[in-house]
């Protein structure tokens, strides 16, 4: 049976439109933490207030935050759970932001990263919580997915599954709205769903998204009661359809995305910090068809910091491969390059047209027509519509029409 979210969580999935940011990157934090959790304390988190106000002007109503505890390098080989990475700050500094963003009426939700934990963390290295890691077949921690700098946890120990609770209420009670939760995939579903519910004891009203690439979307929020998972598959069928020139493909991941909104509300992007940037992908025409497609179909849309600014940036299999898509923010937006000011007005307008039609998050959406250079679809809901007509060639271009005549229009070269 579908998970029901509570009526705080709801909010969030029908209205909340979060601009998400990789911490470590955008603050410009070195790339290893020397000396561990108790290295010195370096205040760069307090650098995104500065940003605040941006996310605000963009139309988002959220801050999804990447990783922010103690960790040995990326951030998702976590050294200490109770506490924010010395190369961030401080709990201090966390609370500012939180608050900084309370005032502003944005939600914050913080990165958990709890399938495993990095190999130099304490709890590798002592005996007597050994039980909390997987084991593997030579009787040493398991690393996961062959990753030597990561080791799995036992989520089958219910010591595993009280910390897990205790971090998850430690950082709601500093008024977060609620969690990501990274490579949920990996982690078994009933695991999810009896931590979720003992949070919800505390906080009701708390929002649970999963990390989750491939399988039955629907099936895992069903068996793990979390409120929504990572809508990959859509994001795969934007960027390759735009790319190949080929929206029969589109059309096609349209159809199954539409019929995801019979039990939740999906997840929704076209960037976040472990994918090539859309701009990159697509080129920066093909970004802007890209952002209208995520603004005018049913979802929790995320937008990753700098695609509003048409950031290009490559996804690599190396050592260092995530850093073109995980860069340094400027001091402030006054500091950002001018060139950059059309694609920011792009999302100021269509994020303003989803703010304007909240229906659109649980909107159904019916294709009309189809080529391969153009498609036509209608997005439904509340006894509302807009008709959305997409082109690709000969010149992009996006026309939103609704009851009332023509919404928004935007074509290459305007």
């Known amino acids: 049976m579908a998970h029901t979210p509570a009526p705080g969580a709801q909010r969030l999935l029908d209205h909340a439109i979060w601009w998400h940011v990789y911490p470590l990157g955008a603050v410009g934090a070195p790339a290893v933490l020397e000396g561990g959790v108790d290295a010195p304390v370096e205040h760069r988190l307090p650098r ?12 988002c109503s959220g801050v999804l935050l990447g990783p922010v505890f103690a960790a040995s390098s990326h951030g998702y080989d976590t050294l200490d759970h109770d506490r924010v990475d010395p190369r961030l700050g401080d709990e201090g500094d966390l609370d500012q932001l939180i608050e900084e963003a309370r005032e502003r009426g944005l939600s914050v939700l913080l990165d958990g990263v709890f399938n495993h934990v990095g190999a130099d963390h304490p709890m590798v290295h002592d005996p007597d919580r050994a039980h ?38 430690r950082w709601l009670r500093h008024g977060i709205a609620g969690w990501r939760l990274d490579v949920a995939y990996a982690v078994p579903a009933d695991f999810w769903a009896r931590v979720t519910a003992r949070v919800r004891e505390e ?8 990390e989750v690439i491939h399988g039955d979307y629907a099936q895992v929020v069903a068996d793990s009661d979390l409120d929504t998972v990572t809508q990959y598959e859509l994001w795969k069928a934007v960027w390759s359809s735009i790319h190949d020139t080929n929206c029969w493909e589109l059309s096609h991941a349209l159809g199954r995305h539409d019929a995801l909104l019979d039990s939740f509300v999906p997840q929704t992007f ?10 990159t992908q697509v080129g920066e025409e093909g970004a802007a068809l890209a952002l209208a497609v995520l603004m005018t179909v049913g979802g929790m849309p995320s937008i990753y910091y700098g695609d509003e600014q048409a950031y290009q940036g490559l996804k690599e299999e190396r050592l260092g491969g995530d850093d073109a898509i995980r860069p340094e923010l400027p001091d402030t937006p006054a500091d950002l390059d001018p060139a950059g000011e059309w694609m920011r007005s ?13 229906w659109l998050a649980r909107a159904r959406t019916e294709v009309e027509t189809q080529s391969n250079e153009a498609i036509t679809y209608v997005s439904s809901g509340q006894d509302q519509w807009l008709r959305v007509e997409l082109s690709l060639a000969p010149q992009a271009q996006v026309v939103v029409t609704g009851a009332d005549g023509e919404l928004f229009r935007w074509a290459a070269g305007d």
Do not use: C, Y
């Open 270 to 279: 076209v960037g976040n910090h472990d994918v090539t940037r859309i701009a």
């Open 48 to 59: 995104l207030v500065a940003w605040l106000d941006h996310v605000v002007e963009l139309g």
């Open 132 to 169: 909390l890691l997987k084991q593997g077949e030579d009787g040493r921690p398991a690393a996961w997915e062959g990753h030597e700098g990561l080791v799995e946890l036992d989520h089958g120990s219910p010591d595993v599954e009280q910390l897990v609770v205790d971090v998850m209420l």
């Open 346 to 358: 792009l999302h100021r307008g269509l994020v303003g047209l989803r703010r304007q039609h909240a």
């Open 203 to 210: 906080f009701p009203d708390a929002l649970f998204v999963g």
